[in-house]
């Protein structure tokens, strides 16, 4: 596999050459839909912190994690097995657990959390509100790329869309995969998925595993680069381009490390609000074919069916 598929943009040419950096942006998203951003303003050592959140709330016991399974609202605990990401394909569910936390302000404050979390709402909230402020400047970047007209939003018309205060489906979630062989026969730990949303930023600690579909037929690792975030693209700005943007599959597959090392990843799903139609761009750019102008898909509605598709309820 080549580890060198996915570019690789630093991020100090947003401010330097905004122009010069949604291009490269662009070219990423409308070849494999993912690009690493290094030297981002996030400091590693809140990104650290926010591991070490995660791995005392996993830590916790199953009783305290499992009064709060995740419900329709896509919000709470993932117990082992329960998501399945694949469901064409995998025999069983993922081979992971994860929390799904709110990632819009109103929610962050409100949710019910269990104690280990709860105790530490502030920050989470605080890390939540730094990773909000980096998406909305990649997506300024995608209009400045996509040339959306200045009356119709400008650099602005994605972040309008994505108003942390407003109702949509963006999440904060951590994961982990515990460490140990596979026991179910398969290969892969989280099956293979588009993500659902507009745009995912995803922090990676320690041990690998993510795979893309480059291309859409060859898989290649995402290989861990100290201090970076990922970007993808997800469905709904797929849809939103008429499929200039790609949103690639990717999956996470058992390597020798995770015998003996848990495997920990966080995970921002950026969303537009819920009521936000996705078959309107105005990009010269982009053009939706009789068919996509014709399905007055919101947002909300996107992610209602997919994640239907996905998960076992347990209520």
Not at 82 to 90: A, F, R, S, V
Request: net charge negative.
């Amino acid at each position: 596999m080549d580890d060198n598929r996915i570019p690789v943009i630093d991020y100090t040419k947003f401010k330097k050459d905004p122009q010069g950096f949604a291009e490269a942006i662009k070219g990423a998203c409308m070849d494999i839909g993912f690009f690493y951003l290094i030297n981002h303003p996030i400091p590693q050592a809140q990104v650290d912190e926010m591991f070490d959140i995660s791995k005392n709330f996993f830590d916790s016991p199953m009783a305290e994690k499992e009064a709060y399974l995740i419900g329709r609202d896509n919000l709470g605990y993932t117990a082992m097995f329960q998501e399945k990401l694949d469901e064409i394909n995998q025999k069983t569910g993922d081979n992971k657990e994860s929390f799904n936390l709110a990632a819009t302000s109103g929610l962050i404050q409100t949710q019910s959390l269990p104690q280990v979390l709860d105790a530490q709402r502030e920050k989470i909230a605080a890390f939540a509100k730094e990773t909000h402020r980096l998406s909305l400047n990649i997506l300024r970047a995608f209009a400045i790329a996509l040339q959306i007209p200045e009356n119709q939003g400008g650099t602005e018309f994605f972040t309008s869309r994505h108003d942390q205060d407003a109702l949509g489906g963006s999440i904060f979630r951590i994961l982990k995969y515990p460490k140990g062989s596979d026991i179910t026969g398969e290969v892969v730990r989280a099956g293979s998925h588009s993500d659902y949303g507009s745009i995912t930023l995803l922090f990676q600690q320690d041990v690998p595993g993510l795979e893309v579909q480059a291309n859409r037929t060859t898989w290649v690792s995402a290989p861990i680069i100290p201090g970076s975030v990922l970007v993808n693209v997800g469905d709904q700005l797929e849809f939103w381009t008429g499929g200039l943007f790609k949103s690639t599959k990717h999956r996470v597959t058992f390597l020798p490390e995770h015998a003996h090392k848990d495997r920990y990843s966080i995970a921002i799903f950026d969303h537009p609000n819920d009521a936000v139609l996705l078959n309107v761009l105005p990009s010269p750019l982009v053009t939706l074919t009789e068919e996509q102008q014709a399905i007055d898909k919101t947002a909300g509605e996107h992610l209602r069916e997919r994640l239907e598709k996905t998960y076992t309820y347990k209520d």
